[in-house]
Nanobody, 122 residues
Framework: QVQLVESGGGLVQAGGSLRLSCAAS????????MGWFRQAPGKERGFVAV????????DYANSVKGRFTISRDNAKNTVYLQMNSLKPEDTAVYYC???????????????WGQGTQVTVSS
């Protein structure tokens, strides 16, 4: 079992920045690929970013490329999502997830956090 707890969400103006954190406990953190997903009201949960076990490989949704950066610190059992140049359309609940594969598909992740709200005002 892996427990995931997100933090760092909040209210920010368009053009601003936030850094989300996801702290993991339980099974060895470094054995999992880690993903970030988001869900806006009335929409399905969608892929944002993923990072491999070692941190050497990353992938991003086209909508966030060049603005968001995913990273991880295996010594601290934490994955981060640095979000810059935020837009109102980035408003959503953001979830981190742990899984065996580096994938954009939410159904292939085994463990999920409870989410953190990000609201971007125009």
């Amino acid at each position: 079992q892996v427990q995931l707890v997100e933090s760092g969400g909040g209210l920010v103006q368009a053009g601003g920045s936030l850094r989300l954190s996801c702290a993991a406990s339980g099974r060895p953190f470094s054995t999992y690929a880690m993903g970030w997903f988001r869900q806006a009201p009335g929409k399905e949960r969608g892929f944002v970013a993923v990072i491999s076990r070692s941190g050497g490989n990353t992938d991003y949704a086209n909508s966030v490329k060049g603005r968001f950066t995913i990273s991880r610190d295996n010594a601290k059992n934490t994955v981060y999502l640095q979000m810059n140049s935020l837009k109102p359309e980035d408003t959503a609940v953001y979830y981190c997830a742990a899984g065996a594969l580096v994938t954009t598909r939410p159904g292939l992740y085994q463990y999920w956090g409870q989410g953190t709200q990000v609201t971007v005002s125009s």
